[in-house]
């Protein structure tokens, strides 16, 4: 070392201040040679290049509607302010809150930071959700349903469907939007055209959901009660979520839901995924 | 070094010949590769790599294909999250899980060769996503040592680590071959030696490649890694940049060739995660690596007849 006090901590946390602010003096002592200081921007390029593409990938939608250049620079702010908090890239911008340590996720950045522009584009933070669960869905277990021959065997075990702990699988994932902009964000994620013309939108609360089948990711519009269902179904029990549907509908038919379910490869049984 | 972990041995090793480093877009063709793959020489031994974090997901198609390649090829695992080199008496959060991630993929998938590199990333609760320089300096390698022994331990074989690029010079006590072979030798891990990594030091750094192959011993390395690399558009005369964005230069290729004369042959993998080309393009450069192994193992074998 330049300095025989300095320990290798001290190189850490020097260039770890350079990686954060950009700023070589800590990093200097440590240098050597004749090089040019300047070059140590290699590094601190390719971890804001590499952090701003995987948000690109996480997100694609975005650079489309806002253009590379300003995606790029709300990324490149994004990436200074909550690093990637995973030594991997898969999933940056998603958000992590684990006991220890807690980022925002780029939805939460836009909201919170950039209101003027979600202001601007109030349906930005839609288009990020819908993209954030089609990945969530992709990347999630697609092997934990219950299949019919599976709820045939424990019917004909005596077993009372109603009283089983079901609940949806792991890749499902429910997308509360105020806007109609499915139609939108499928034609950006799977085209990756440009709309042709001005976006005009309907404010209209809905709800979509995701999930994994056979290795592709389903995504079914829900209806109002339908909604209710699912999203009770996160936290109670199956006839709690029911009970909670039919106060939206009086008509909710909960045994044609189920069969929906069953067919679409979306329901689980919990005990036998907690005791495997 | 670990007493329950079995050092590295190039003597024991299930892998030869060249192989690829894997892209989502190319997993069709390299599966149709096994059904299609002719019985000449050119063609044999081929075998694939990944970033190990690339798979740190719970299931889908990404895991689905990485599975139905690891039934049909031998599969490499190659690292770039480990921070070997930023190891503390009090891993995060973030190490301890990334650890985790890693030991359930070596157990499910259980390839051939698993690395990692001689860098660091982490720090505090950030990851740089970038392989950042160690000083060559007695600390650092102890701090080295520490990350490797912990990543060995954790999942219960040896490692291969990877030389670093160089853009400019630290502080250090000892020269680069001295320091990695050193750490190999307190941790029983092996070398992976990038040939384009060495080729930019010399080119950055001023680095002597030769006597930097010379101070290697041969039985430690069990992998060999070629790339393209990038010039630096602000300084054009001063700095290439790792960028696997591009073929192997010449001058890597010949590099490369030394590199086998002085060590023997190795497997060697071609690496490409930037400006991705079809993949019967980069099998155009695996299969020229491939040749360079088939005619030193030739050159080897008379030599043997010659000598007796």
């Not at chain 2, 050193?182 to 750094?205: C, F, H, I, M, P």
Request: glycine share 6%; proline share 4%; with cysteine.
């Amino acid at each position: 070392m330049a300095n025989s006090e300095n320990t290798h901590a001290d190189y850490i946390n020097a260039f770890t201040q350079f990686m954060h602010s950009g700023n070589q003096n800590d990093v200097l002592p440590f240098l050597d040679g004749s090089r040019p200081a300047a070059f140590l921007s290699v590094y601190r390029n390719g971890y804001i290049k590499a952090s701003i593409g995987a948000l690109q990938s996480n997100f694609p939608c975005l650079p489309i509607l806002l253009g590379e250049e300003f995606f790029g620079q709300l990324a490149a702010a994004y990436v200074q302010e909550n690093p990637p908090a995973a030594a991997t890239l898969v999933g940056y911008g998603f958000g992590l809150d684990s006991d220890e340590y807690a980022t925002l996720s780029f939805i939460e950045y836009l909201n919170q930071r950039h209101a003027d522009i979600v202001k601007q584009y109030p349906y930005l933070p839609d288009i990020c959700a819908l993209d954030q669960a089609w990945l969530q869905a992709l990347n999630a277990n697609g092997e934990d349903f219950l299949s019919l021959e599976q709820v045939q065997a424990l019917i004909a075990q005596g077993e009372d469907l109603g009283a089983l702990p079901l609940a949806l699988v792991d890749s499902s994932r429910l997308v509360s939007l105020q806007y109609d902009l499915m139609e939108l964000w499928s034609t950006l994620r799977f085209s990756e055209q440009t709309p042709s013309s001005a976006i005009e939108l309907k404010l209209n609360d809905n709800t979509i959901l995701f999930w994994q089948l056979d290795g592709r990711v389903q995504a079914r519009p829900l209806n109002a009660a339908e909604a209710v269902f699912m999203q009770s179904l996160q936290h109670t029990n199956f006839d709690q979520a029911a009970t909670a549907a039919a106060e939206i509908d009086e008509n909710f038919d909960l045994s044609s839901l189920f069969a929906d379910l069953l067919n679409a490869q979306l329901l689980q049984l919990k005990a036998a995924v907690e005791s495997s | 070094m670990t007493n329950q972990i079995p050092p590295f041995d190039s003597g024991q090793q299930r892998l030869f010949g060249a192989g690829v480093n894997l892209k989502p877009q190319h997993y069709d063709e390299a599966l149709s590769l096994a059904d299609t793959q002719a019985q000449t020489s050119i063609d044999s031994d081929v075998w694939f790599e990944v970033h190990t974090e690339n798979y740190f997901v719970d299931g889908g198609p990404r895991l689905r294909y990485l599975q139905a390649i690891s039934e049909r090829f031998p599969l490499s695992f190659h690292g770039v999250g480990g921070s070997l080199g930023s190891y503390t008496d009090k891993p995060s959060a973030l190490t301890t899980r990334h650890l985790a991630q890693v030991t359930a993929l070596v157990k499910r998938f259980n390839p051939v060769l698993v690395s990692e590199h001689a860098t660091w990333s982490v720090s505090q609760h950030a990851y740089f996503a970038e392989l950042l320089p160690l000083p060559r300096t007695e600390q650092a390698l102890a701090c080295l040592c520490e990350g490797i022994d912990r990543y060995q331990e954790a999942i219960g074989r040896s490692i291969l680590i990877e030389n670093p690029t160089n853009y400019l010079d630290f502080v250090s006590d000892m020269d680069e071959a001295d320091f990695l072979m050193e750490a190999l030798k307190r941790t029983g891990a092996g070398l992976l030696l990038d040939v384009n990594n060495l080729y930019l030091s010399q080119q950055n750094t001023g680095l002597d490649p030769i006597a930097y192959l010379n101070a290697l011993a041969s039985e430690k390395v069990g992998e060999i890694h070629i790339a393209g690399f990038d010039v630096d558009q602000n300084y054009p005369d001063e700095l290439l940049i790792d960028s696997h964005a591009a073929p192997v230069d010449e001058a890597v290729w010949s590099l490369l060739e030394t590199t086998i004369k002085i060590l023997g042959a190795k497997p060697v993998l071609l690496e490409r995660d930037d400006n991705i080309p079809q993949f019967s393009e980069l099998m155009n450069e695996r299969n020229r690596a491939q040749s360079l192994l088939l005619n030193s193992t030739k050159i080897n074998k008379r030599q043997a007849v010659i000598n007796g």
